[in-house]
Each structure stands twice: as structure tokens, then as C-alpha cells.
């Protein structure tokens, strides 16, 4: 088992390591709300060196090549120039030209948050449907939440604005009509809903040339969606190309990755260039369980600096810590899977654009999501996963903190613990990944504001070149 505290550097003056069985008597700290100091205003704006960054080998969002050079159409190529793309990053660079090779060839594609795996899929969806059939289903891309399915029909339909007669359509609860079935070219579903449709006879599937399973680990895993996307498979014809993607790709779902798209290129990262360079990943030492709420309260001010997303770990709790919140007189939010879907919408629209920007949600937002404005990461709850929630759930603590630092923007992820469990927990994440956490005590407070000012400050600066990205647009 990993040892945390060497794993982590030590604020001067700070309590000894966490040694969760002993922080515990520190439970009666009296925790105060205070905003943070010396703030200037609320406004985040992101520092992104991305030209620097871009031609350092080693980030992942290094390229040699431009778009053009990647034989792209005019209308696309006019469709990233409009979002501001000037460069590919690694997996777009590389990934391209695999996926639209002749004749097409299935790809498995690992790239960290955040570096533009949907632009990667997307340009290749485009490239690839004949847009003299609007209406005819050409490309179907399968994502694990109505949120993520929705922000990538808009990522399909920017990158898409200059491709005439192209039609994109989402296939999630109660958005196509029963009438009219599906009549696009591109659909972009959740497994569930796709499969409905299908049976129903309301999504004609035998023209579709390509199907891209988006954060393809936890789709295929036969705990989750891996049922329903054989089962939508087995529906599809024999001949079509098949991409799968995500930032993690776990040996044992990788083995069966393998089989779902036989043959493919594959593009693999090594476990410790998983993640990304720019979250400053730390750890809040709270004394007991119970002083948690507190603390988070305490963070409040330094949350609204950007925006932040708090994950816990079930409903029940986010919509308790989103009352108690309210009532001690914070603005926040709380999005989960008990809401109705057009609740939902309405709820993470808002976040996008900033009306509000603390939000509160449960794993159903750690895949995906894609808000640039996201400063902080709050894992209120270590993920857990297996029977009886035992064992740390490495991949999805990537993918929650990976809400942040998007394409070379900084962030800062700040990780619960209190006892034994949440901390050995986050001790074998630190170790599986080899990263360094920054330990937080609620002792010192002038240290926390210290190590996160320094960090979201110092992506205040103004951008050299900061792109026009699809999200945070509302
Ligand atoms: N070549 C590019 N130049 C500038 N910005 C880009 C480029 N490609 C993608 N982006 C922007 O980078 C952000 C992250 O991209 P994207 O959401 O595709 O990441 P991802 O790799 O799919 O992350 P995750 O693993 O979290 O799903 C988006 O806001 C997107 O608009």
C-alpha cells in the first residue's frame, strides 16, 4: 500500500501527515467561512501558453502538422478556424490519419482529459458522411450520459457549421419523436435510448459507417453499459469502422476492447502519463468525517474564483449538501440522475454559461464534461467502486479531476479524506499514478488560500492565444 505523506509535500508548520486514525482528535477545529484574500473579482480567465505548450514534444497536446496539412474538407477546416483551433493536438495529429485511412480501419484511441478526443472523432465522423443524404443515418457516437451525448452533438454541429445539409440529431430520453424517427446523418445517443429506437424501427442502422464509442472503458465494462453496447453492435453492419476512446483504459477492459474492435490501430499511454500536468492535485487532512461539511463551506470563496464541481458520492448527498448550503447562505447547484432529463439540461446550461458556478453531482458528470471555466475539482467522496464500495476507483478519479485543466489550461483538485479508509483510498490512486499530492489541513488556512490562489492566479494573466472553445458558451 502506498504511504501518502511520501507522496506529498508538507506545508511549513502544518500538522505531522495524515494519519487518519489520529487527525481524528483534531475534530473539534473551529472552521470558519471566510472568503479568500486578497481576490481583485470573481473573474477566471485561463493562461494558456497553448503555442508554447503545443511545441513542447513532451505534452499531449504537441503537433508537428496544422489541420490542412491533415487533408481535411474546406467547409471543416472552415469550422475549426471559426472555433479557433490553429493546431491539432497529439491524438489529433496522430489519430487522424489512422481513422480515415482506405479501407477504414477500427482504432483504439487513449489520450488524457481534456486534450480533444471529441475534435479527433468528430472530424473523422465528418470526413466521413455524405452529406448529399441528410436524412440518412451515417455515423452514430455513443456517450454514457445525456450531458456528455449533448455536448457532443455540439461540438459536431460547430466543427460541422460550414457542412451544408449536415443534420445532427441527439437519441436521449425524449428527444426524437416518435413520428419521425431518427433523419439525420450523424446521432449522438446514449446506449439505453439507441437501442429503443433501433428495435422500434425508428433508426434505420443499415447505412451507418461508422460508430465511435466515446469514454469506451466504461461503456464496455460489463458492471455498466457493456450489455447494451453489444447489444447495439449486434445491430449494426458487420463492415462498420469501429473507434473507441477515453482517457483510461484498464488492462482488463482493454483485453475486451480488443474483441469489440478487432484489429484496431491502437494509441496507449503509460499509467504515469495519465495525468495532467496542469491539475495541481491536493488533499484536504479533515479531522472526522463530520467536520467535511465545514471545511467545504470554508472553501466556498475560492470555489466561485472560477467555477468548481464537488463530486460525492450519491444522490441523497448531493441534494443534502446542496440544502445545507443554500440555507447557510451559498449559491449552488446540484445535478444528478434522480432529476428529469430537461432539468438536467436546464441545470448544466447554467453552469456552462456562469449563471451558476458551483455545482454539485455525483459520477453521472465525471466523464466528459467539458466547461473551461472549471477551476477547482472537489472529490468530497474518494471514488469508490466494487461490491460494498471497497476498492479506490483510480479511473474515475482521473476523469472527475480531468473536469479541469482543459487543453492546457491549470486547476486544482482538492481530495477528501478523514479516516483509514478514504485515506489509504486516495494513497493507492496517489501511488498508481505516481503523483505528488499537495496535503491541505484545516489548520492552516492561510496555507490552502496560498497553494490555490497560486495556482488560479496564475492563470489570470492574459492568454496569448486562448481558443474559442465549443463549452462554456452555454
Ligand atoms: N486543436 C485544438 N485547439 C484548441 N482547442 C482545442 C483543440 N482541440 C480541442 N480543443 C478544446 O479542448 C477542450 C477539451 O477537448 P475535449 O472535450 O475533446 O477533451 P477530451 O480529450 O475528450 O477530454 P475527456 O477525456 O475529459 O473527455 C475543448 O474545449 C475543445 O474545444
Not at 186 to 213: A, C, E, N, W, Y
Not at 289 to 311: A, N, P, Q
Request: glycine residues 6%; proline residues 5%; charged residues 25%.
Amino acid at each position: 500500500m502506498a504511504d501518502l505523506a511520501s507522496r506529498i509535500s508538507k506545508p511549513e508548520d502544518a500538522p505531522a501527515a495524515a494519519d487518519a486514525g489520529a487527525s481524528t482528535s483534531a475534530a473539534e477545529t473551529k472552521i470558519e467561512t471566510a472568503e479568500p484574500s486578497n481576490l481583485v473579482d470573481n473573474e477566471y480567465e485561463v493562461e494558456i501558453k497553448l503555442s508554447d505548450l503545443q511545441n513542447d514534444k513532451e505534452n499531449p497536446l504537441f503537433s508537428v502538422s496544422s489541420f490542412e496539412e491533415l487533408g481535411l474538407s474546406k467547409a471543416i477546416n472552415d469550422g475549426l478556424l471559426a472555433m479557433n483551433f490553429k493546431k491539432p493536438s497529439k491524438i489529433q495529429e496522430r489519430a487522424l490519419p489512422l481513422m480515415l485511412s482506405d479501407p477504414p480501419r477500427n482504432m483504439i484511441a487513449q489520450s488524457q482529459s481534456g486534450t480533444g478526443k471529441t475534435a479527433a472523432f468528430v472530424l473523422t465522423v465528418l470526413s466521413r458522411v455524405d452529406l448529399t443524404k441528410p436524412t440518412q443515418p451515417q455515423a452514430l457516437i455513443l456517450a454514457p450520459s445525456r450531458e456528455l451525448a449533448r455536448q457532443i452533438q455540439m461540438v459536431v454541429q460547430t466543427v460541422g457549421q460550414f457542412c451544408e445539409n449536415l443534420i445532427v440529431e441527439a437519441a436521449i430520453p425524449g428527444s426524437i419523436s416518435r413520428e419521425t424517427g431518427v433523419k439525420s446523418s450523424v446521432v449522438v445517443g446514449t446506449p439505453g435510448t439507441v437501442m429503443d429506437l433501433v428495435r422500434r424501427r425508428q433508426f434505420d442502422v443499415s447505412h451507418l459507417k461508422v460508430l465511435v464509442i466515446d469514454e469506451a472503458d466504461n461503456m464496455l465494462d460489463q458492471q455498466g453499459m457493456g450489455e447494451q453496447c453489444v447489444r447495439v453492435k449486434n445491430m449494426l453492419p458487420k463492415t462498420i469502422q469501429i473507434l473507441l476512446f477515453s482517457a483510461t483504459f484498464p488492462d482488463k477492459v482493454l483485453q475486451y476492447a480488443e474483441k469489440y474492435a478487432p484489429n484496431a490501430n491502437q494509441m496507449k499511454l503509460k499509467q504515469q502519463e495519465l495525468t495532467v500536468k496542469g491539475i495541481s492535485q491536493m488533499y484536504m487532512d479533515c479531522p472526522a468525517e463530520k467536520d467535511k461539511y465545514d471545511i467545504l463551506c470554508k472553501l466556498y470563496g475560492l470555489m466561485t474564483i472560477g467555477s468548481s464541481v464537488i463530486f460525492v458520492r450519491t444522490r441523497d448527498s448531493a441534494t443534502e449538501i446542496q440544502r445545507r448550503m443554500e440555507a447557510d447562505g451559498h449559491k449552488v447547484s446540484a445535478l444528478h440522475g434522480a432529476y428529469e432529463g430537461a432539468s438536467r439540461d436546464a441545470l448544466l446550461d447554467d453552469f456552462r454559461s456562469g449563471r451558476s458556478k458551483v455545482l454539485i453531482t455525483t459520477n453521472v458528470l465525471a466523464r466528459g464534461i467539458d466547461v473551461s471555466t472549471v477551476s477547482m475539482v472537489i472529490n468530497y467522496d474518494i471514488p469508490m467502486k466494487g461490491p460494498g464500495d471497497r476498492e479506490p476507483d483510480a479511473e474515475t478519479y482521473l476523469h472527475r479531476i480531468g473536469r479541469t485543466g482543459r487543453f492546457g489550461r491549470v486547476g486544482v483538485s482538492i481530495s477528501f479524506v478523514y479516516d483509514r479508509k478514504s485515506f489509504d483510498a486516495l494513497s493507492h490512486i496517489a501511488e498508481f499514478y505516481g503523483i505528488d499530492l499537495i496535503q491541505l489541513s484545516p489548520d492552516d488556512w492561510d496555507f490552502t488560500e496560498q497553494k490555490v490562489q497560486e495556482v488560479i492566479k496564475s492563470s489570470r494573466a492574459k492568454a496569448d492565444y486562448a481558443p474559442n472553445a465549443t463549452s462554456g458558451s452555454g
